[in-house]
């Protein structure tokens, strides 16, 4: 089964902006879609993007949309979720995740691999 590996997240101040990547070992992603998630301390693992690796679809939360960005390289390996103007609520663990079979993008449960997560702080 594919491994999903996040990197890039860090420590950036109000209104900065930061890229995270998402490789699949190096390899073109296997799956139909690839979607970007977080989760805070105490809540839920909420959505934030999704691309489709079949035809270029992309999927972006309303909390983000307009600031975040999902893209991926020409060779489809490595997804990068492009993030602008962040605020001190996007602060939260980042996971990467792919969805094999098509299904609703925003829920988790329809993603059967999932990365490590790259944890984003955002200082005000």
């Known amino acids: 089964q594919v491994q999903l590996l996040e990197s890039g997240g860090g420590l950036v101040q109000a209104g900065g902006s930061l890229r995270l990547s998402c490789t699949a070992s190096g390899r073109p992603f296997s799956v139909y879609l690839v979607g970007w998630f977080r989760q805070a301390p105490g809540k839920e693992r909420e959505f934030v993007a999704a691309l489709s690796l079949s035809g270029s679809s992309t999927f972006v939360d309303d909390s983000v949309k307009g600031r975040f960005d999902i893209t991926r390289d020409n060779a489809d390996t490595t997804v990068y979720l492009q993030m602008s103007n962040v605020r001190p609520e996007d602060s939260a663990v980042y996971y990467c995740?792919?969805?094999?079979?098509?299904?609703?993008?925003?829920?988790?449960?329809?993603?059967?691999?999932w990365g490590q997560g790259t944890q984003v702080t955002v200082s005000s």
């Open positions: 995740a792919g969805q094999s079979v098509r299904g609703p993008v925003r829920l988790p449960r329809e993603y059967d691999v």
